[in-house]
């Protein structure tokens, strides 16, 4: 029984901070990367447990140019380790979300990227783990408010999980921006929801 509700908080925590980087990489051309961290707070619930309440997650994301149209993408979470108690399956301790997502992304023009890849998503608690592994789909979204502001949005679909998000950059230099955005991630199947707000820095090299 227990298995069954790790399960479910698994698949709770991996909407949790797993998917996309924040800002799309999709302006890196052949030979260039951008590297991006975010700090997120979404509020979680499932059916069957309720609500889990505001979940922590550091997010580190990066995109490498393989020419003008492809690009390497990568997203890895590393949630904060929180004791979780269930009234009717007890308590659960240490527990933990590490995720990681890589995928190939095309650019259909410089403002409109689609993509493919996979996430695999490790929860650990009470010495335990459980994992899980996913093909997506996605298309996003990145263009230009003014000189200095942005906006972006990004949706991807794979066999269980909608997860959309849409926010603003803001450069601060010709290589580093800075962003905001709002995330909203739902699995029917599973009875899960989330909703939160994420800051991020990117960086773009060469």
Same mark, same amino acid.
């Given at each position: 029984?227990?298995?069954? =509700?790790?399960?479910?908080?698994? +698949?709770?925590?991996?909407?949790?901070?797993?998917?996309? +980087?924040?800002?799309?990489?999709m302006d890196v051309a052949v030979g260039q990367?951008?590297? !991006?961290?975010?700090?997120?707070?979404?509020?979680?619930?499932?059916?069957?447990?309720?609500?889990?309440?505001? #979940?922590? /997650? /550091?997010?580190?994301?990066?995109? %490498? !140019?393989?020419?003008? *149209?492809?690009?390497?993408?990568?997203?890895?979470?590393?949630?904060?380790?929180?004791?979780? $108690?269930?009234?009717?399956?007890? %308590?659960?301790?240490?527990?933990?979300?590490?995720?990681?997502?890589?995928?190939?992304?095309? @650019?259909?023009? @410089?403002?409109? +990227?689609?993509?493919?890849? &996979?996430?695999?998503?490790e929860l650990k608690a009470n010495s335990d783990?459980?994992?899980? &592994?996913?093909?997506?789909?996605?298309?996003?979204? *990145?263009?230009? =408010?003014?000189?200095?502001?942005?906006?972006?949005?990004? $949706?991807?679909?794979?066999?269980?999980?909608?997860?959309? *998000?849409? !926010? #603003?950059?803001?450069?601060? !230099?010709?290589?580093?921006?800075?962003?905001?955005? $709002?995330?909203?991630?739902? /699995?029917?199947? #599973?009875? =899960?929801?989330?909703?939160? =707000?994420?800051?991020?820095? &990117? $960086?773009?090299? &060469?």
């Open positions: 029984m227990k298995k069954l =509700i790790l399960s479910t908080v698994l +698949a709770s925590l991996t909407l949790a901070g797993t998917a996309f +980087a924040s800002v799309p990489g990367g951008q590297i !991006g961290y975010s700090y997120n707070n979404l509020e979680t619930s499932v059916g069957t447990l309720g609500d889990l309440g505001t #979940l922590k /997650n /550091n997010n580190f994301q990066g995109a %490498y !140019g393989l020419n003008d *149209k492809f690009a390497v993408t990568g997203d890895y979470l590393n949630s904060e380790s929180k004791n979780f $108690y269930s009234a009717s399956n007890g %308590y659960y301790n240490n527990l933990s979300l590490n995720s990681t997502e890589i995928g190939l992304q095309y @650019k259909l023009n @410089k403002n409109v +990227a689609v993509s493919v890849g &996979n996430v695999k998503s783990s459980i994992s899980t &592994n996913e093909m997506f789909g996605g298309i996003a979204y *990145k263009g230009a =408010i003014t000189n200095k502001v942005g906006s972006y949005a990004s $949706y991807i679909r794979s066999e269980n999980v909608q997860d959309w *998000k849409a !926010g #603003l950059t803001y450069d601060v !230099g010709n290589n580093i921006t800075l962003d905001t955005g $709002y995330r909203s991630f739902d /699995n029917k199947d #599973l009875g =899960i929801k989330a909703d939160g =707000i994420g800051f991020g820095a &990117n $960086y773009k090299f &060469n």
